[in-house]
C-alpha cells in the first residue's frame, strides 16, 4: 500500500469530542432539536413581567398562581346554601313542584352562579325522576 491508500478513510473536519459518559450519544451525530410540545396550552407570561416566564418558579407547571388579596365572593341567598339546594329539599315537602321550578331555573336562565349549579342539577333529576314515578303510577292504575 502506498501513501495514497492510507488517506482513503472519511475525512472529519471536526476533532473527535471525548465522550465523558454513557448517555452522551455518539460523537459524530447531531444533537436532537427541541420539538415544540403540542397539544396542552401553554403558559403566557402575565402583562408586565419582566422576567421570562419560562424560568419563574410555579408549584404546578402550566398553572399561574394569582397572588395577591383574594377577592371575597358575595354570600349565597337562602341561608346560604343556594337557590338550588333550596329548591331541593323543599321540593320534598311541596311535591316536587320546586324540582320543576329548579329545572327550568337551570334549562332557562343564561347566566347561573358556579356555586348554584349542582343544587339546580339535582332539581332536574329529581323532576325527571318524578316524572317518571308520575306516568307509571298513573298508567298502572286500576281505573
Known amino acids: 500500500m502506498g501513501e495514497g491508500g492510507k488517506e482513503r478513510g472519511v475525512a472529519s473536519a471536526d476533532p ?3 465522550q465523558y ?3 452522551q450519544g455518539v460523537a459524530n ?3 436532537p432539536h427541541p420539538q415544540p410540545v403540542i397539544g396542552f396550552p401553554q403558559p403566557v407570561p402575565p402583562p408586565g413581567s419582566s422576567e421570562p416566564y419560562a424560568n419563574a418558579y410555579q408549584g404546578v407547571p402550566g ?3 394569582a397572588e395577591g ?8 341567598p337562602c341561608c346560604g346554601c343556594g337557590c338550588g339546594w333550596f329548591l331541593f329539599i ?19 336562565v343564561r ?6 349549579k349542582p343544587g339546580y342539577i339535582a332539581c332536574t333529576i329529581a323532576a325527571v325522576l318524578a316524572t317518571i314515578a308520575i306516568i307509571v303510577g298513573a298508567t298502572s292504575a286500576d281505573w
Open 111 to 116: 347566566t347561573v352562579d358556579y356555586r348554584e
Open 29 to 31: 451525530y447531531p444533537p
Open 69 to 76: 388579596r383574594p377577592v371575597p365572593e358575595r354570600r349565597l
Open 16 to 18: 473527535p469530542q471525548p
Open 90 to 108: 323543599i321540593g320534598f315537602f311541596l311535591g316536587a313542584i320546586p324540582w320543576y321550578v329548579g329545572a327550568v331555573i337551570l334549562l332557562c
Open 21 to 23: 459518559g454513557t448517555f
Open 63 to 65: 398553572y399561574a398562581v
